[in-house]
T-cell receptor
Framework: RKEVEQDPGPFNVPEGATVAFNCTYS??????FFWYRQDCRKEPKLLMS???SGNEDGRFTAQLNRASQYISLLIRDSKLSDSATYLC???????????FGTGTRLKVLA | TAGITQAPTSQILAAGRSMTLRCTQD?????MYWYRQDLGLGLRLIHY???????GKGEVPDGYSVSRANTDDFPLTLASAVPSQTSVYFC??????????????FGPGTRLTVL
């Protein structure tokens, strides 16, 4: 089992739709979680950190479920500009290692 | 603020040649990293540095070396390039290791093709 797993997609959704991605992780001691966005041929950019209580930033909501060892990203009112690959990242506690998922590709359709 | 810069943007290199990929950050971050990204494999850590003067091996270090003479610069050297090193290379930095919630910030990448 991979340490961080994501559904590669693509998720094709119409503009205005709500879409959610999950990411599972295998190390139950993990404490730090992040969602990054990556556009084609560009560098990953931090979208949001994921806190234990969940957090929201505009149309984006991140949740952590420790019991089932997954994090989720919810995007409301999808925009064409949301089309990208979303990377789940889990940091091993007390180490330098950030483990990246292979990404979930989102296409928002007009 | 520039953040992290990388050079060159892209390069075609003959197998067997050496090359240094440059990375500079102006955020005074202690930790720096080199990743490679290949289709279907995600980002894989090559080398990292906790702080100036120290380096460590990541997941795929073979064929690569790094140095960290100061806080700002973290060059990656390929001593004798091979075609399997064809990839996109990203440099990243974070405030410091050990602390959780320590987001990484990435440079724009170097696209390397080894023929």
């Amino acid at each position: 089992r991979k340490e961080v797993e994501q559904d590669p997609g693509p998720f094709n959704v119409p503009e205005g739709a709500t879409v959610a991605f999950n990411c599972t992780y295998s190390n139950s001691a993990s404490q730090s979680f992040f969602w990054y966005r990556q556009d084609c041929r560009k560098e990953p950019k931090l979208l949001m950190s994921v806190y234990s209580s969940g957090n929201e930033d505009g149309r984006f909501t991140a949740q952590l479920n420790r019991a089932s060892q997954y994090i989720s990203l919810l995007i409301r009112d999808s925009k064409l500009s949301d089309s990208a690959t979303y990377l789940c990242v889990v940091k091993r506690p007390g180490t330098y290692k950030y483990i990246f998922g292979t990404g979930t590709r989102l296409k928002v359709l007009a | 603020t520039a953040g992290i810069t990388q050079a060159p943007t892209s390069q075609i290199l003959a197998a067997g040649r050496s090359m240094t990929l440059r990375c500079t950050q102006d955020m005074r971050h202690n930790a720096m990293y080199w990743y490679r990204q290949d289709l279907g494999l995600g980002l894989r850590l090559i080398h990292y540095s906790n702080t100036a003067g120290t380096t460590g091996k990541g997941e795929v270090p073979d064929g690569y070396s790094v140095s960290r003479a100061n806080t700002d610069d973290f060059p990656l050297t390929l001593a004798s390039a091979v075609p399997s090193q064809t990839s996109v290379y990203f440099c990243a930095s974070s405030v410091g290791q050990g602390a959780d919630y320590n987001e990484q910030f990435f440079g724009p990448g170097t696209r390397l093709t080894v023929l």
